[in-house]
């Protein structure tokens, strides 16, 4: 009996050891892909936190806690790039997989200048048509007026003949198309900034009219000229060169008249406030709001993305990665998982999984309860050190430029550096409270050490100051002035529900959206207001003190 008690108390003891051990294996490999999984997600500046549960040999568990040291080169952990999981995915590695950098922008500049190209051609014809109606006949172009031989000579001087009227019609009409081709070069002889996805209804609209117009003259120029030939071949009266002349002038007035009504729909019809938009930054929230007149959703897009690149801030996707804190690390590393043997008893077993169960999820309300508070105090303990190391910061940049002096070059003895050698000399001083106030804020991808010493080497050349040298870095800047923004062409998607070309109207929404960031544009309409004269009467404007005894007057 006593053999059989000790030989089924040590299979007990190699049972539960067995289980220590598989126990074991799977928090270690649920350790290891969580370690994994939070090492692509991190961003470049955070410390992982590892922690192993294993068993000693007295039977306790012991939690080994690994620390991944930071990369302290600069710049080496400025990007983070990582492959997608999924099996449908593409791997981010793969460059000729990204649709935004691998168009080579043929495709925009044509679709950029081809309207212009359309538009130029169509009117440097109308503009060179009153010229050549002027000119064609003293050219001979038709030889029915000028070849005639039922005319006599005389009449054939006195029929191209230009009389002090017709002069100063022609006169009226030079400069009358001088200052169209000013209006021309000045309003609309420029490339477009923006290819919409749809037509613009004015421009299209204002090209067909003049297409009309020309053709229509062009073709009354030719009645005109026809008739003229039959009357002289039958000895009538036919149209003069004045008469040729005041037309055409006619033709020059109703150029100057449509390229005023261009102008006003094109450039000046929406400068008049009409709605109010509001547009919000969909990953931290920024947003903006303006007044806006009348334009088409896709120019009302184009606005709104000139406005994103120059008064929103820059996004900085790192600010959104808060880490875990060590009381949440310490919580998830408490929360234990047990596996009830089958061979023991069941109403045992039961009992123990309920009561793992309820403390596992009295633990969880209490987490999510202080989560809160655990996020006040990490944001209020992230300010304090930012606003600690902006002063570190902006000390050291006082006390390196401190150490810089100008001097003139005859003044120098040999020993002067130039503005990249001073430079070189100067940044160390400052280039450790540099990065960890970078570090701080999240500002390291987008200032590498080769971009912040020709920034202090220009400041030293223009004896600027030390919180000029830091203005990059102290204040945020618009989207304009990141370096991964400073691309010739960028490309947006719009979203909406609505026909691009319709004009906007209250409550209409669109969407625009590029990578990860996306605006959402949502438009009201201004209310109409109302004033009343009300007049006040002047005899009302008297009053009277009340005093008592308990007053100070």
């Not at 220590?20 to 692509?40: A, F, L, P, V």
């Not at 902006?390 to 003895?413: G, I, Q, Y």
Request: aromatic letters at 8%; one cysteine or more; glycine letters at 6%.
């Amino acid at each position: 009996m006593e053999t059989e008690s000790v030989r089924s108390e040590i299979s007990s003891r190699s049972r539960r050891s067995s289980r220590h051990r598989q126990h074991t294996h799977r928090s270690t490999r649920s350790t290891k892909s969580q370690r994994k999984d939070c090492g692509d997600n991190m961003a470049p500046f955070q410390t992982s936190v590892n922690i192993n549960p294993e068993i000693g040999r007295d039977g306790q568990e012991v939690i080994e806690v690994q620390i991944l040291p930071q990369d302290e080169n600069w710049g080496e952990n400025t990007t983070a790039v990582t492959g997608n999981t999924s099996e449908g995915s593409q791997s981010m590695e793969d460059v000729s997989n990204w649709p935004m950098e691998s168009d080579s922008g043929l495709g925009f500049v044509c679709s950029r200048y081809f309207g212009t190209t359309i538009a130029l051609g169509l009117t440097f014809v109308s503009f060179v048509s009153p010229l050549a109606m002027v000119v064609l006949p003293k050219l001979g172009f038709f030889p029915g007026l000028s070849d005639n031989i039922a005319l006599q000579p005389s009449q054939r001087i006195q029929l191209l003949s230009c009389t002090a009227e017709c002069k100063g019609i022609l006169l009226s009409l030079a400069f009358k198309l001088v200052l169209l081709a000013i209006g021309i070069w000045a309003v609309f002889l420029r490339p477009r900034n923006a290819v919409l996805p749809r037509l613009f209804v004015f421009r299209a609209m204002m090209l067909v009219i003049l297409a009309v117009c020309s053709f229509s003259y062009w073709l009354f120029y030719f009645v005109q000229i026809t008739e003229a030939t039959k009357a002289l071949a039958v000895g009538e009266e036919a149209m003069d060169y004045t008469s040729l002349v005041s037309y055409v002038s006619s033709f020059a007035d109703t150029l100057l008249f449509i390229h005023y009504v261009t102008v006003v729909l094109m450039e000046i019809r929406h400068l008049e406030p009409v709605y109010y938009i509001k547009i919000v930054r969909s990953p931290d929230g920024e947003s903006r709001s303006y007044t806006i007149g009348q334009l088409s959703i896709q120019r009302a897009a184009v606005w709104v993305l000139q406005r994103y690149y120059t008064e929103f801030p820059i996004y900085n996707p790192y600010l959104e990665k808060i880490p875990i804190s060590k009381s949440q690390r310490k919580a998830q590393a408490s929360i234990k998982f047990y596996e009830v043997d089958s061979n023991t008893n069941t109403q045992s077993g039961q009992t123990r999984s309920t009561a793992g169960s309820c403390t596992g999820s009295a633990g969880r309300r209490r987490d999510s309860g202080s989560a809160h508070n655990e996020r006040y105090y990490e944001e209020a303990e992230r300010e304090r050190r930012v606003r600690k190391r902006r002063a570190r910061l902006l000390t050291a940049a006082e006390d390196a430029f401190a150490h810089v002096r100008r001097v003139r070059l005859s003044a120098a003895n040999g020993g002067a550096l130039g503005p990249r050698e001073a430079a070189q000399a100067v940044f160390p001083s400052l280039a450790r409270a540099l990065q960890k106030y970078l570090r701080a804020t999240r500002q390291q991808p987008r200032h590498s050490a080769d971009s912040v010493l020709a920034h202090l080497a220009r400041c030293l050349s223009q004896d600027a100051s030390p919180r000029a040298f830091l203005e990059p870095f102290l204040v945020e800047g618009p989207v304009l002035a990141a370096e991964q923004e400073a691309r010739p062409v960028q490309r947006w998607s719009l979203i909406s529900d609505d026909l691009l070309a319709r004009p906007l109207a209250d409550g209409v929404e669109f969407q625009l959206r590029q990578g990860d960031v996306s605006l959402i544009c949502s438009i009201k309409q201004l209310p109409k207001f109302s004033l009343s004269e009300e007049v006040v009467d002047p005899k009302s404007n008297r009053f009277i003190l009340r005093l008592n005894s308990e007053t100070s007057v």
